[in-house]
């Protein structure tokens, strides 16, 4: 059940204003759900794809998309975020936590 709540809220908040995975689904993952924060990192960028899928559709047949903006940035931010996720893989537990 709260995976249900967990999903709703980051939902709600990743299509109204932009955020979810990181600010709503890893604490409630890794404090309430004790998973690892690693494992709570992952799950949240996995289902973000999703999220933000869904987010951009409603967008773009609302016409609120930039479609050259949002190329620039996704290709420059795959990148980092492959930079990201191997660098939070190679800190330890504790400082992964203390650093989000």
């Given at each position: 059940?709260?995976?249900?709540?967990?999903?709703?809220?980051?939902?709600?908040?990743?299509?109204?204003?932009?955020?979810?995975g990181g600010v709503i689904m890893i604490p409630l993952m890794a404090v309430i759900l004790k998973m690892g924060q690693l494992k709570?990192?992952?799950?949240?960028?996995?289902?973000?794809?999703?999220?933000?899928?869904?987010?951009?559709?409603?967008?773009?047949?609302?016409?609120?998309?930039?479609?050259?903006?949002?190329?620039?940035?996704?290709?420059?931010?795959?990148?980092?975020?492959?930079?990201?996720?191997?660098?939070?893989?190679?800190?330890?537990?504790?400082?992964?936590?203390?650093?989000?």
């Amino acid at each position: 059940m709260i995976n249900l709540l967990t999903g709703l809220a980051a939902g709600f908040f990743g299509g109204l204003v932009g955020l979810g995975g990181g600010v709503i689904m890893i604490p409630l993952m890794a404090v309430i759900l004790k998973m690892g924060q690693l494992k709570a990192h992952g799950t949240s960028l996995v289902s973000l794809v999703f999220t933000g899928i869904s987010g951009a559709f409603t967008y773009a047949l609302n016409s609120s998309v930039d479609i050259t903006a949002s190329i620039l940035l996704a290709s420059t931010a795959i990148f980092t975020a492959r930079a990201g996720a191997r660098f939070a893989n190679a800190l330890t537990k504790w400082k992964l936590k203390r650093s989000f």
